[in-house]
């Protein structure tokens, strides 16, 4: 018996030990103190792996530093990855009271910015842009990040789609670019089928 009430009151955070004599308990005391002192130590993320929602801001934002792995573009499955933007996007509009998804009018001025130089460069020969070209799809990047700066709900969509990280892949590809264009379209047309409203 005596070995038994030295193994249990050995560990040092004082699971199982023995209530002290001046109080007269009998029994063992229980952790519900080691839980409370340490129950606030891992709310600062979710189930998800994001942390907690307090951090948020109202679209659903979080500003800490991105940690996903960027996947390029592919030909193949590029209107896929256009829809699971939106559909996470929708989520999020039905999670955080209409505030997910941004306007149909505001993502149709986003793909404006880059339908002129689409339709020159389409009609080009050449397989790589000339440097007014990748000049003109940087001065594109900068105005993305201006409206994300405005509207928080097009901060969201830019970050979801990973439109800067896209837009830095394209280099000098005439191929690249025309790529992302086209996925730009399939963000619209699925904003379109998920609800988005003028």
């Known amino acids: 018996m005596i070995v038994e009430e030295n193994a249990l009151g050995s560990d040092s955070r004082g699971f199982g ?3 002290g004599s ?6 063992y005391r229980n952790n519900d103190q080691y839980n409370e002192r340490n129950n606030g130590r891992n709310n600062t993320k979710n189930n998800d792996g994001y942390r907690d ?4 801001n109202e679209d ?7 940690m996903r792995t960027h996947v390029p573009l592919d030909g193949k499955k590029y209107v896929d990855d256009a829809e699971g933007v939106i559909r996470k996007l929708a989520d999020k509009k039905a999670e955080w009271r209409d505030s997910g998804l941004l ?6 001025n986003l793909l404006s910015m880059i339908t002129s130089l689409y339709d020159e460069v389409r009609r080009e020969r050449k397989e ?3 440097e007014e070209e990748q000049s003109r799809i940087q001065y594109i990047r900068l105005h993305f990040a201006y409206e994300a700066g405005r509207d928080t709900k097009v901060k969201s969509f830019v970050y979801e789609a990973d439109i800067f990280s896209h837009i830095q892949d394209i280099g000098n590809s005439k191929e690249r670019f025309l790529l992302f264009c086209r996925y730009m379209e399939a963000l619209v047309a699925y904003h379109r089928y998920y609800g988005g409203k003028e």
């Open 17 to 19: 030990q023995k209530s």
């Open 22 to 27: 001046a109080s007269g308990g009998s029994g």
């Open 53 to 56: 929602r307090n951090n948020r």
């Open 60 to 66: 659903g934002y979080n500003g800490d530093v991105d």
């Open 103 to 108: 306007s149909t009018s505001k993502i149709r």
């Open 128 to 130: 790589t842009l000339s």
